[in-house]
């Protein structure tokens, strides 16, 4: 749906602030919207450079339509030229948010020197207050350099306020707060504006020697910064400070849809608009029109085409929005509704080329659908009109008779073998001619039968497999001896195919569990005979082996000097704990490389000669867990 706003300005006098707007380009020198760039909208074009610059939301949340400073490292710098370094008088607007309250907050300064107050600039006072200030460029940062005005309103954290400022000369600046006129306090007192040839820019300026400081920076938004080399009168004032939040509704009307001969309603949203409607203005593609707030149509035939819709008003804001009308016949029945099929028949349905769009019983749309079982199937065929469901019934024939099984062997010393079905509900045709629902072998092979359903519409092949030996366990089932590690899987699966096992501790399964090392027997069989067997299994540690030193002599000779376990595998969790034998904790380390030297706590002492305590804890990662240890234990020290 396309959507268009349309802003406008809502003051008294609208005549009056028109031609204020119109004046304002007088002694213009440059105007930044910062509406998602940084040109210049004067005639001059002196387009500013952005430095660590993001676009936000401005106080009404038009995206991208103001500047958030960090504080740190943002500003947004003027060009470098002689004409924005203009003698009294002077005037400037912002639109700006203090997000961090100090009096630190440089809102904009007209020229940046690292040794001298110069230009003029707008900052947040050490009382939370808007000041305003020149300095002369005479040398340092003193009273003597600059001359400014505070102006008595406390500023708020988070705020929009809507600044504008005329510099006249000495004690003769006006500060204007959000339409308010402010009468505040002067200090310093240099009388004339200089400049040092710097670069002006929003949000950064010097207040000490940048050898000393580094210069300050904004923490805020800006948004619609004006700089006049004249001054502004009180109508232009009055203009900027009255200028109102735009309209920021959203109209919007769903594409509309209906049948042909039946009346068709059109609804609109209107939405975040707080003012009634005044005006309403329906265009239609085929050149009808109509001002109609409620309306209603007929169509005798089929068409599909576009609209616009226009409304105004009370508070003068216009919307437009656009749409899509679509009138059609209601969809006719469009599929056959039964079908027979065997269990290994498809049906391909195809509905691409209807006039209309298809959809399942999940709600998706399809333009095909392949059905291979039975069942109840549910389609609707929809368009601009309504909808239409078609119920399908899907009969599927399945040959499925209960058998004695698709695998089968003889055992040996038995003469016979019946394969096939225990069932009559069929005709059977076997490889061998017979017709009955089983029969009898008597070597190995493969024996095909045809069962066809008793229509004589369906029919599918089966084939028996019969071996005449039994299967040589030697040969499947062979297992070498089996070592298990304690600490991790102890489980042993057998192969499921001659299962369940019996197992001489008398439990049966497919799986054993080993705690020790042990010669295992067991007995399995292959549906014939029973057989017996042994597996060896051992059960051992595979744990890290770790070696821990019983005596050492620390002397700082290079022997032995060190106490610590002795691992060659990686290790996780580790903690040595050393005590005397009193039960005082001398030592501790939570690093396997970090020895024990003898020392005692306090640094300045070693550990007299004799037998010391340990405790190290650690773990080790096996079969993906980590098993802990802990080792224990005394040490000797010998000096």
């Not at 007929?298 to 749409?323: H, K, M, R, S």
């Not at 070498?480 to 019996?502: R, S």
């Amino acid at each position: 749906m396309r959507l268009s706003r349309t802003y406008i300005i809502v003051v008294p006098f609208l005549l009056l602030i028109a031609n204020c707007f119109g004046q304002l380009e007088n002694g213009l020198l440059l105007h930044y919207e910062l509406d998602g760039d940084y040109t210049d909208s004067s005639p001059n074009g002196y387009d500013g450079t952005p430095i660590d610059i993001t676009f936000i939301d401005d106080q009404f949340g038009i995206p991208s339509s103001a500047v958030l400073l960090n504080g740190v490292t943002s500003r947004v710098d003027f060009p470098n030229i002689p004409e924005l370094e203009p003698d009294f008088p002077m005037s400037f607007a912002v639109k700006t948010r203090f997000d961090l309250i100090n009096g630190q907050q440089i809102v904009f300064a007209t020229d940046f020197s690292g040794s001298t107050h110069s230009g003029a600039w707008l900052q947040l006072s050490s009382s939370r207050d808007i000041a305003v200030s020149y300095g002369n460029a005479q040398g340092g940062f003193t009273g003597s350099t600059r001359h400014g005005k505070v102006a008595p309103l406390p500023i708020d954290a988070g705020t929009w306020y809507n600044v504008v400022i005329i510099i006249r000369g000495f004690q003769d600046i006006d500060i204007y707060i959000d339409c308010e006129l402010i009468e505040g306090s002067y200090n310093g007192s240099a009388t004339s504006i200089g400049y040092t040839n710097g670069v002006g820019n929003l949000g950064r300026k010097s207040a000490n020697p940048i050898a000393v400081l580094p210069p300050y920076f904004f923490e805020g938004a800006i948004d619609d910064f004006w700089y006049w080399d004249r001054e502004l009168t009180e109508e232009e004032v009055l203009g900027l400070c009255e200028i109102e939040e735009p309209c920021l509704g959203s109209l919007s009307v769903p594409d509309i849809s209906g049948c042909v001969n039946e009346p068709i309603e059109f609804l609109l949203d209107l939405e975040d608009e707080n003012s009634d409607i005044l005006t309403y203005f329906w265009e239609f593609e085929d050149g009808a029109s109509s001002n109609s707030s409620n309306l209603t149509l007929t169509y005798p035939n089929e068409i599909t085409q576009d609209f616009t819709l226009i409304i105004t008003t009370e508070d003068d804001c216009v919307y437009t929005t656009a749409g899509t009308l679509t009138v059609e016949f209601p969809p006719a029945p469009f599929m056959q509704n039964e079908f027979n099929i065997c269990s290994s028949d498809e049906i391909d349905l195809d509905f691409s080329d209807l006039p209309f769009d298809v959809f399942n019983s999940e709600g998706e749309a399809v333009v095909a659908a392949l059905i291979s079982t039975g069942g109840t199937y549910i389609f609707t065929g929809q368009n601009a009109c309504s909808s239409f469901e078609e119920v399908v019934l899907v009969n599927e024939t399945v040959i499925d008779p209960p058998s004695f099984g698709d695998f089968e062997f003889l055992c040996q010393g038995l003469d016979t073998l019946a394969i096939g079905f225990n069932s009559s509900a069929y005709d059977y045709l076997w490889d061998s001619g017979s017709q009955e629902p089983s029969i009898l072998v008597f070597e190995s092979g493969q024996n095909e039968v045809l069962v066809t359903d008793t229509a004589g519409i369906c029919s599918e092949s089966f084939i028996f497999q019969v071996n005449s030996f039994p299967f040589a366990p030697s040969e499947i089932f062979e297992f070498p001896a089996v070592e298990i590690c304690l600490e991790g899987q102890t489980n042993i699966n057998f192969p499921p195919q001659f299962g369940p096992y019996t197992f001489s501790d008398t439990s049966a399964g497919l799986t054993y569990t080993a705690t020790e090392t042990e010669s295992l027997s067991f007995t399995y069989s292959d549906g014939c005979y029973t057989y017996q067997d042994t597996l060896f299994i051992s059960v051992e540690s595979c744990l890290c082996p770790a070696w821990v030193p019983n005596v050492f002599t620390p002397n700082e000779d290079g022997l032995n000097d060190l106490f610590k376990p002795v691992l060659d595998c990686e290790v996780y969790a580790y903690q040595m704990l050393v005590f005397n034998r009193w039960g005082r904790e001398i030592f501790q380390s939570n690093d396997i490389n970090t020895a024990w030297r003898g020392e005692s706590p306090n640094s300045d002492f070693y550990a007299s000669t004799g037998i010391y305590v340990y405790l190290i804890v650690f773990s080790q990662e096996l079969d993906g867990l980590r098993v802990p240890t802990e080792l224990t234990g005394t040490v000797t020290l010998l000096r």
